[in-house]
Each structure stands twice: as C-alpha cells, then as structure tokens.
C-alpha cells in the first residue's frame, strides 16, 4: 500500500477508544508500509518492541503544531520514503501540516471538529487544515458531516467508523452469563441493563439512573449495573441514593473483562445525550457496536453519531428529548418484556457487527481509502 507516517498524540500503550482505535486499524496495515510517531508513556518500550511497524515516540508530552514538531515529522517521513503524513488529531497538531513538505491527511473522531468547527476562529483554522487535506479519514458520518460544513465544502472523505472485536465480544451462553454474573456480584435470574462509558454528564448516566427509579415499580427485580470511572462519579452516587434506583456503580472494569459484562446483561444503554447548543456530542459511540457484537439489544441517547451506530427499530432504540427519562423508561421496559423482540435485536445486532464494524473490514476500507486519495502537491 502507499507509504505514510501516522503522528498522533494518542496511541497505546495509553489507554483509551481513539488509542484503541488507531491501534486496531493501523496495525492491520501492511507493516513495511506503516510508521508511527507518537507520545510518551509509561511502559512503551515493552509495547514498541512487539510491533511490526516502525514506531518513534517523542520527547515532549504533547504534539503540537511547532516549527521543531513539523521539522522532526518532515525528517521522520523523509527517512520512512512516506507519501502521505497521516495527521490525528486535525487541531492542533494537524496545524503543522502545512509546514510539511509532504501530502497529508487527518483523522476527525467527533469532538475536535464539531467544538472548532461551530467557534469563529476555531472554525477558520480547521477548515484550512481540511482544505489542504488530500484524505480526510471519518470515524463515521457525523464528523465527516460536521467536517464538510466546517469547511464548506466537500471534502475527499474515507468513512471508517470505530470497530470491535468480534471474537472477543460475543454472545455469551446461559452458564457463561452465570459465572459472569456471580463474578461481578449481580443477581443471576433478575433482569439487568448493562451502561459502559465514562462518568461524564454528555454520557447521560444520570438519565439511566432515573428511568431505572422509574422502571422499578414495572420490573421490581430490575439491576442496572455501570461501569465506567470519571468526574461525575460522585453526584451519580448520590443520585442512586436520593432516587433509590436499583443501580450498582462498578467503578472502571478491566478490559478483559468487558466482553463478559456486556455479554451477561439483557439491554445495553447509554442515553447520551447533547449538550452546550451542540457544542458536546457522541461522535459515535463504540460501547454500542461492543454491545451488538455481543448479542446484546442497546438503547442509545439521540446524540450525535448514535443514530449511526444503533440502528433504530432493527439492532436497539434510539431514545431522545423531550420526556427523555419517561422514554427511555418505556423503551427498556419493552424490551425486558418481549423476549423475542430483543433476541431478534440482538441477533441482528451481532450480524452487523460482524458484517460492517469488524476490524478486519474496517482496516481493508482504510488501506483503500488511502491509496486511492489523490495527492495534493
């Protein structure tokens, strides 16, 4: 494939979606092919030294875009015979760009488009970033969206939304569910709504929180167990006990063990939700796609690209205002009621995954997409 060098502030061994999802892609790429110029962190050494591709990191904690940043990347690109230097985040350090003498792309994921691209200056900046872009590479149609209208105008664009990993997300069987359960301390027969996410309010766990309170004078065995760490924790906590909603905060659950707690729920949900006049949206929402891979029915909040990732009325529900705490509640009753309907869901929940979000798939659209972008001199 074509010769790039990728520079990103965000990759493994850090932790997070857009360092997993960068992973996920580019080490899928042809290797010989694929160069990485990254941050600092602790462990990298360990982690760099398994990787097939070429993998420099920095010394300064953060890229930005500095006439050094630009410089150091122009020699790393020249010594890797790249064509194309691959620019994540597009703002700030896609900014140096231009001060490159090499073609170039940017990843947009969602929040770092759609807050500059809806402020004065922000909005100028990256729509010159975008603009001399010879691929603009999407982690779904909603930045790809935001993207176009920042710009204004169309854009070379690659939609590669994030994926999952369907063989570790999977449906899990009646026993595999009970020993998840009992692992996790949750009931093995109630009904459980599983939440995964950051403890942040965009998240909307607060919404969750409340339906449950509601939901359980209809479902009086009703758990909803969330997983995730983060600043809201604590006005959660309260919130769980002001309400006395029948809901477990797990604190941050460790990676190997998500694929079973997705799995052992009956519902999925993250009614996220958007905040700031539009300013603060879900760009997608991975913990959806998990959740479908693992068979398991979701109710998404109607936010940004969530409608992308939940399919509405076929692989789970998309919930929104006005009335959202009442709605969700009602949707997640219907669906620990009807236990054909959310097989159903689930199934074709696991069949897309599989189909569209696997990242075998996904890395194969990226490779075309880079190879078939016209370069800009």
């Known amino acids: 494939m074509r010769r790039h060098l990728l520079v990103t502030n965000d990759f493994p061994p850090k932790v997070g979606g857009i360092q997993s999802y960068l992973w996920e892609l580019w080490r899928r790429l042809p290797p010989d092919d694929v160069a990485v110029h990254t941050t600092p962190y602790a462990g990298a050494d360990a982690f760099d030294a398994d990787q097939a591709f070429t993998l420099s990191r920095s010394r300064e904690p953060v890229l930005l875009p500095t006439r050094s940043v630009a410089r150091r990347v122009g020699r790393l690109a020249a010594g890797h015979d790249a064509e194309l230097v691959v620019w994540d985040p597009a703002l700030p350090v896609g900014y140096a760009a231009s001060r490159v003498d090499r073609p170039y792309a940017v990843v947009l994921h969602g929040a770092e488009v759609t807050v500059p691209g809806r402020l004065p200056v922000g909005r100028s900046l990256l729509a010159r970033v975008l603009s001399g872009a010879s691929l603009v590479i999407c982690a779904g149609n909603y930045p790809a969206m935001e993207a176009s209208r920042a710009a204004d105008r169309d854009l070379p664009t690659v939609v590669v939304p994030p994926g999952v990993d369907t063989d570790r997300f999977r449906p899990l069987d009646a026993g595999e569910r009970a020993s998840v359960r009992t ?98 949206q879900e760009g997608f929402g991975i913990v959806f796609v998990e959740a479908a891979a693992a068979g398991v029915v979701q109710v998404a909040g109607d936010s940004g690209g969530s409608a992308e990732a939940v399919e509405h009325g076929r692989t789970g ?61």
């Open 317 to 377: 529900l998309v919930v929104g205002p006005p009335g959202v705490v009442d709605r969700l509640a009602d949707a997640l009753a219907g669906l620990l009621g009807d236990d054909d309907r959310r097989a159903e869901m689930g199934r074709r929940g696991r069949e897309r995954a599989v189909s569209e979000f696997a990242y075998d798939v996904l890395a194969d659209r990226l490779r075309d997409g880079i190879d078939g972008a016209t370069l800009k001199g």
């Open 183 to 280: 692992d996790l301390g949750l009931p093995v027969d109630a009904p459980l709504v599983v939440g995964v996410s950051r403890l942040v309010p965009r998240k909307g766990m607060d919404t969750l929180i409340r339906a449950a309170a509601r939901l359980r004078r209809r479902e009086p065995d009703l758990v909803v167990a969330i997983a995730g760490s983060g600043r809201d924790r604590r006005r959660l906590e309260d919130l769980v006990a002001s309400t006395d909603a029948p809901v477990r905060l797990l604190g941050r659950v460790p990676e190997e063990l998500l694929p079973g707690l997705y799995g052992a729920g009956d519902v999925f949900s993250m009614p996220c939700r958007t905040r700031w006049g539009g300013l603060e």
